[in-house]
């Protein structure tokens, strides 16, 4: 059974920091691109980050580039998305996902998914 399980959300204060963690079981990923998406209350899933199967190739949304970073771990089967100067405009479930191509992720989605782990931005 392959299972994306995120980790490392939270409650934080405007400004700060969170770093988020996807581990992946049941198969290997180091040949996919991986992701981050996020949905907010009442919106549509947005396009965070995603990362190629070598890590030589990163996309972001506009929202959040120059403040987030995706990195990843093909012995760990992980991806983590380090969140820096947090908004309160970022408050939502983040979940991980994982395709063979980051540009088919970006446009539809992942193959695979996380449960998604809640982050929440304070004012």
């Known amino acids: 059974q392959v299972q994306l399980v995120e980790s490392g959300g939270g409650l934080v204060q405007a400004g700060g920091s969170l770093r988020l963690s996807c581990t992946a079981s049941?198969?290997?990923?180091?040949?996919?691109?991986m992701g981050w998406f996020r949905q907010a209350p009442g919106k549509e899933r947005e396009f965070v980050a995603a990362i190629s199967w070598g890590g030589g190739s990163m996309f972001y949304g506009n929202s959040v580039k120059g403040r987030f970073t995706i990195s990843r771990d093909n012995a760990k089967n992980s991806v983590y998305l380090q969140m820096n100067s947090l908004k309160p405009e970022d408050t939502a479930v983040y979940y991980c996902?994982?395709?063979?191509?980051?540009?088919?992720?970006?446009?539809?989605?992942?193959?695979?998914w996380g449960q998604g782990t809640q982050v929440t931005v304070s004012s």
């Open positions: 996902a994982a395709a063979p191509g980051i540009a088919t992720m970006q446009r539809r989605g992942g193959d695979y």
């Open positions: 049941g198969r290997s990923f180091s040949r996919d691109g």
